[in-house]
């Protein structure tokens, strides 16, 4: 592949950066945060007209393209370009299984999971279009809840992830490109990815990854304060918590400077490990037998309905439970696509397209299915089988679903203490591994796809995540920004489908090469 690249300043203000992007990024990120504090009130209308148009009028576009992306990412693992390394054909796996699907969970989906994990399917349980009146608030009711939230958090979400990760990775490592969201155009446009169309393809990908992140953590944020609450009794403030995210941004920038060998990977591990512990606490103090058996019952179920899930699209016109909830999280996903796309192509260098699509799809999947089953029941089990009183507190306050729950597991003051607690210090690692994440890629991006870039802007963009977080905390407009993050999903979502082009074409070029290639003898031994 003619690849021309781009030269990095080795002097001044800008080196090891590109200066376009690195004035483009900042800029935009400005501008849209002064424009969101100073009238939030317009911002948030301007943001949710063009969000309600979005799910009024291209909900079966969003719908049909994760559909595609997922049974397209399954194609592509069937196919003989399965075998395919992500790298020269010598090289292997930089990181050990373990720590590589800890490293890709923790930046995917593991603060807004936990976030999320009691209170979607409690909202779900209350009222959602799949279910009839005589079904409300029953158990048929909660099956359904449930195989919504694992469908919103299953293998359509990781789907598109496979997708555009599988093409950086694919066009950077196997073709020498740039680690960076332009590359994968390279099969439509040539070298003018490095004009100005491809700096427009990286600023967006900048502007969803720095939204997608600081509402993200604005949101775990809000968490560990309800947790810190519970534990010690510290008032729930919009002070503590930016507090909370200036604190955590310190050491998550602190971790993103010691690379991704280190902190990165080293925190994941041990949000991994917290994590097992974790469920297993809610496995043997909450109801065991029944939340094993709903975990079961739950992957039978998703299974079984998650083609049709996918496919699906309210006949209502007038319906808005749809756009609240599937398509925001499509174009959540979308919105997330960039950060998490780059941040898996980096880390699976070496791996054959077939393993890398299987590791993307089903691991995360399976762990995102078995968490939301675990937290997810044992809140259905107190709700429906005890003593109830959670869909109070979570229709109260949705950052205590979670501290909610655990005392009403009963377990005991101590054992309470300990998993409360346990859970806190999990939303701490978690969010420090998705800032240094995002930290890491963004400076990826504008340095023009340099994996190991300078300390100084690793340095300002750790900073930048954690004040966007915390101005937009602070002025009210993390929703606003949030819904911004999904209106820029849409431009984004076309830039996937031409990555998704791109990778076919450039397989078939290359198998065809090598048909060549290995013609070439037996032809010039004949002539």
Known sequence: MNNKSYVLPKTGVFSGTHPILAVGSALLVTLFVLFTVFDPTLANSLYSSANSYISSNLDWYYIGLISFFLFFAVWISFSPYGDIRLGKDSDRPEFSNYAWFSMLFSAGIGIGILFWSIAEPIYHLQSNPLITESQQNGVEAAQVAMRIAIFHWGLHGWGLFAVIGLALAYFSYRKGLPLSIRSSLHPIFGDRIYGPIGHAADLLAVFGTVFGIATSLGLGAQQMNAGLSYLFGIEISTTNQIVLIAILSVIATGSVLTGLNKGIKILSEWNMHLTIVILLLFIVFGPTVYVLGAFITNLGDYVANVVELGFWVDPDPKGQWQGWWTIFYWGWWIAWAPFCGIFIARISKGRTIREFVFGVLIAPTLLAAFWISIFGNTAMFVELFGAGGITEAVNADTTMALFTTIESMNAGDIVTIIISSLCTLMLVTYFVTSADSATLVICTI??????????????????????????????????????????????????????????????????????????????????
Do not use: C
């Open 446 to 527: 504008v340095s023009f796809g340099d994996e190991h870039p300078p300390a100084k802007f690793r340095v300002f963009w750790g900073a930048a995540i954690g004040a966007v977080a915390a101005v937009l905390l602070y002025a009210g407009g993390l929703k606003a920004l949030q819904t911004a993050s999904i209106v820029a999903a849409l431009p984004f979502s076309f830039i996937v489908i031409m990555a998704a082009y791109g990778l076919v074409k450039s397989l078939k070029e290359e198998i065809r090469n090598s048909q060549d290639e290995q013609l070439k003898p037996s032809t010039e031994g004949k002539s």
